[in-house]
C-alpha cells in the first residue's frame, strides 16, 4: 500500500481550489437509478469511493462513464439487475443508498449490509424503518436485505435516531418517497448541505420536495423522474481540512470555491483560536500569526461541528497555545487517531468520547498509521506540522475521500511525497518492527 512521507515545518500559503463533494455525489449517483434518461453529475471528484460506487451501479444495470471534463454520465441500460453484492457493498457504507432507488423504480433490491470506515456503531435500523413505513416488505437473509414493493405509498416517518437524524437514512429514504404513491412527511431529516443537494438534484429530475434544509421533508410522489445534467456542491470538508492545515502552519491559504455558509460553526471556532478568517464569493481564506488559541468542540449533527472535522480539529488543538476540549456526541468511539497523534508527541487524554488535548509547540515526525479516512487528514495536517519527517501508511484510506490532496498541499507550499510500497525506505520499514 501507498504511504506519505511528510517533511514538515513549512509554512503554507497560497490558493487551492476544493472539489466536488463526496458525501453529495455518491447519493446523487445512486439516485440516478430513479431517472429515465440519462443524467450528466458535473464536478465529481475521483475518488475511490466514486470509482467502488460506479463498479455497483454498472452490476445494477447502469452505464458510467467519465468525461474529460470531469462529469459522469449514468444511464440505466438494463433494469432487470437488483443485487448490490457484499463484496463491494462492503468497502463503502453509501454503498448502501442504492436500495431507496432500487425499491419504487425496480420493486425488488437484494443489498448486502454495508461496510466502510472504523469509527463506531452505525446501524441501519432507520433505513428499514422508513422503507417498511412505505410499504416495502423486508427480510434480512445471510447478511442482505432484501425488499420487495410492488407500489410505494407516502406516510409519515420519524427518522430521529439516538445521536441525531440519520443523513445516509435521509438520502434513502427520500430517494425512495419521490415516486411512491402520494404524500410523504419525514420528520427527524438531516439538515446536511448534501441532503440539500441531493434534494435539488431530485427537484431539477421533476421531484416534487418542500422543506430542503429543515428538520421537515414534504414529498408528493410523482409518476417518473426525468434525466438532468446537474453540477455538486463543493466539498465542505476537503475545504476545512485545508484551511486547518493551512492554520497549523503558521500560514495563509485561500481554498477557491469553498462555500462559507455550509461552514459557519468551524469558521467560529477557528475565529476563536486566533485565527483571521476572510469569506467572500471566491471562496475562504485563513491567516494565522502563530499557534492557535484552545478550543473546546463538540461534533454534532448540522449546523455543528461536523464529525468528519473533529479529528483534523483534533490535530490542531496538540500545537494550541492552552489546552482544548474535543468531544465526539455522533461517534462517541470515533478517537482512534489519539494514539497515532501521540507518536507525534501530542498530550491527549482520551475518555468517553471525549479528548483533553494540552497544546505544545511542537510536535515531532514519527511513523504513523491511517485507521480511517478522516484519521488520516488529521495526521496529515499533524504532519504538516511537526518537526523532521512524518511517514503515513495506509493512505488509502485517504484517497477514499480526498481527491489529490498531497498535490494540492505542495501546491501551497508543502512537502509531501507520496511513496509506493518498493519505495519505502528500508528504514521505515526496520523502525515499524521495533
Same mark, same amino acid.
Given at each position: 500500500?501507498?504511504?506519505?512521507?511528510?517533511?514538515?515545518?513549512?509554512?503554507?500559503?497560497?490558493?487551492?481550489?476544493?472539489?466536488?463533494?463526496?458525501?453529495?455525489?455518491?447519493?446523487?449517483?445512486?439516485?440516478?437509478?430513479?431517472?429515465?434518461?440519462?443524467?450528466?453529475?458535473?464536478?465529481?471528484?475521483?475518488?475511490?469511493?466514486?470509482?467502488?460506487?460506479?463498479?455497483?451501479?454498472?452490476?445494477?444495470?447502469?452505464?458510467?462513464?467519465?468525461?474529460?471534463?470531469?462529469?459522469?454520465?449514468?444511464?440505466?441500460?438494463?433494469?432487470?439487475?437488483?443485487?448490490?453484492?457484499?463484496?463491494?457493498?462492503?468497502?463503502?457504507?453509501?454503498?448502501?443508498?442504492?436500495?431507496?432507488?432500487?425499491?419504487?423504480?425496480?420493486?425488488?433490491?437484494?443489498?448486502?449490509?454495508?461496510?466502510?470506515?472504523?469509527?463506531?456503531?452505525?446501524?441501519?435500523?432507520?433505513?428499514?424503518?422508513?422503507?417498511?413505513?412505505?410499504?416495502?416488505?423486508?427480510?434480512?437473509?445471510?447478511?442482505?436485505?432484501?425488499?420487495?414493493?410492488?407500489?410505494?405509498?407516502?406516510?409519515?416517518?420519524?427518522?430521529?435516531?439516538?445521536?441525531?437524524?440519520?443523513?445516509?437514512?435521509? +438520502?434513502?429514504? &427520500?430517494? @425512495? *418517497?419521490?415516486?411512491?404513491? %402520494?404524500?410523504? =412527511? !419525514?420528520? #427527524? $431529516?438531516?439538515? /446536511?448541505?448534501?441532503?440539500?443537494?441531493?434534494?435539488?438534484?431530485?427537484?431539477?429530475?421533476?421531484?416534487?420536495?418542500?422543506?430542503?434544509?429543515?428538520?421537515?421533508?414534504?414529498?408528493?410522489?410523482?409518476?417518473?423522474?426525468?434525466?438532468?445534467?446537474?453540477?455538486?456542491?463543493?466539498?465542505?470538508?476537503?475545504? +476545512?481540512?485545508? &484551511?486547518? @492545515? *493551512?492554520?497549523?502552519?503558521? %500560514?495563509?491559504? =485561500? !481554498?477557491? #470555491? $469553498?462555500?462559507? /455558509?455550509?461552514?459557519?460553526?468551524?469558521?467560529?471556532?477557528?475565529?476563536?483560536?486566533?485565527?483571521?478568517?476572510?469569506?467572500?464569493?471566491?471562496?475562504?481564506?485563513?491567516?494565522?500569526?502563530?499557534?492557535?488559541?484552545?478550543?473546546?468542540?463538540?461534533?454534532?449533527?448540522?449546523?455543528?461541528?461536523?464529525?468528519?472535522?473533529?479529528?483534523?480539529?483534533? *490535530?490542531?488543538?496538540?500545537?494550541?497555545?492552552?489546552?482544548?476540549?474535543?468531544?465526539?456526541?455522533?461517534?462517541?468511539?470515533?478517537?482512534?487517531?489519539?494514539?497515532?497523534?501521540?507518536?507525534?508527541?501530542?498530550?491527549?487524554?482520551?475518555?468517553?468520547?471525549?479528548?483533553?488535548?494540552?497544546?505544545?509547540?511542537?510536535?515531532?515526525?514519527?511513523?504513523?498509521?491511517?485507521?480511517?479516512?478522516?484519521?488520516?487528514?488529521?495526521?496529515?495536517?499533524?504532519?504538516?506540522?511537526?518537526?523532521?519527517?512524518?511517514?503515513?501508511?495506509?493512505?488509502?484510506?485517504?484517497?477514499?475521500?480526498?481527491?489529490?490532496?498531497?498535490?494540492?498541499?505542495?501546491?501551497?507550499?508543502?512537502?509531501?511525497?507520496?511513496?509506493?510500497?518498493?519505495?519505502?525506505?528500508?528504514?521505515?520499514?526496520?523502525?515499524?518492527?521495533?
Amino acid at each position: 500500500m501507498h504511504s506519505f512521507q511528510i517533511t514538515g515545518g513549512r509554512r503554507l500559503s497560497g490558493t487551492v481550489r476544493v472539489g466536488g463533494s463526496k458525501n453529495a455525489a455518491l447519493p446523487m449517483m445512486a439516485a440516478a437509478i430513479l431517472a429515465d434518461g440519462p443524467v450528466r453529475l458535473e464536478g465529481l471528484p475521483r475518488l475511490t469511493d466514486v470509482r467502488t460506487l460506479a463498479r455497483v451501479l454498472r452490476q445494477l444495470g447502469m452505464r458510467v462513464a467519465r468525461t474529460r471534463d470531469d462529469a459522469v454520465l449514468l444511464e440505466t441500460v438494463d433494469p432487470a439487475p437488483v443485487r448490490a453484492r457484499y463484496d463491494l457493498v462492503r468497502r463503502m457504507r453509501a454503498s448502501f443508498c442504492v436500495l431507496g432507488p432500487l425499491l419504487p423504480r425496480r420493486g425488488h433490491a437484494v443489498v448486502s449490509l454495508p461496510g466502510g470506515c472504523n469509527i463506531g456503531r452505525r446501524p441501519v435500523d432507520l433505513h428499514l424503518k422508513g422503507l417498511a413505513a412505505l410499504g416495502a416488505d423486508l427480510r434480512l437473509r445471510h447478511g442482505y436485505v432484501i425488499a420487495e414493493a410492488p407500489r410505494l405509498v407516502g406516510t409519515a416517518i420519524d427518522l430521529t435516531g439516538p445521536r441525531g437524524p440519520t443523513v445516509t437514512g435521509t +438520502a434513502n429514504i &427520500l430517494s @425512495a *418517497a419521490v415516486l411512491a404513491q %402520494g404524500k410523504t =412527511t !419525514i420528520t #427527524g $431529516a438531516a439538515m /446536511e448541505p448534501e441532503i440539500v443537494d441531493l434534494g435539488n438534484f431530485l427537484v431539477a429530475m421533476g421531484a416534487n420536495i418542500h422543506g430542503l434544509g429543515t428538520p421537515v421533508l414534504e414529498i408528493d410522489g410523482v409518476e417518473r423522474l426525468r434525466g438532468v445534467a446537474y453540477r455538486i456542491i463543493p466539498d465542505r470538508i476537503e475545504a +476545512a481540512t485545508l &484551511l486547518l @492545515a *493551512a492554520a497549523i502552519t503558521g %500560514g495563509s491559504a =485561500t !481554498i477557491a #470555491g $469553498a462555500r462559507p /455558509e455550509h461552514l459557519t460553526s468551524v469558521l467560529e471556532t477557528l475565529r476563536r483560536a486566533g485565527l483571521q478568517i476572510a469569506t467572500g464569493s471566491e471562496g475562504i481564506t485563513v491567516t494565522s500569526s502563530g499557534r492557535p488559541g484552545p478550543i473546546d468542540i463538540t461534533a454534532l449533527p448540522y449546523p455543528g461541528i461536523p464529525t468528519d472535522l473533529q479529528a483534523q480539529l483534533t *490535530a490542531l488543538a496538540c500545537v494550541a497555545d492552552g489546552r482544548s476540549t474535543v468531544r465526539d456526541c455522533v461517534f462517541p468511539h470515533r478517537f482512534l487517531h489519539v494514539a497515532e497523534l501521540k507518536r507525534l508527541g501530542a498530550k491527549i487524554e482520551n475518555c468517553q468520547g471525549t479528548a483533553i488535548v494540552t497544546g505544545i509547540e511542537h510536535l515531532s515526525g514519527a511513523e504513523v498509521t491511517a485507521s480511517d479516512l478522516r484519521a488520516s487528514a488529521a495526521l496529515v495536517i499533524a504532519g504538516l506540522a511537526a518537526r523532521g519527517k512524518t511517514t503515513i501508511h495506509q493512505i488509502h484510506h485517504l484517497d477514499r475521500g480526498y481527491e489529490r490532496l498531497d498535490e494540492k498541499l505542495n501546491r501551497l507550499g508543502a512537502r509531501v511525497e507520496r511513496l509506493s510500497p518498493t519505495a519505502a525506505p528500508p528504514h521505515t520499514m526496520q523502525s515499524r518492527d521495533r
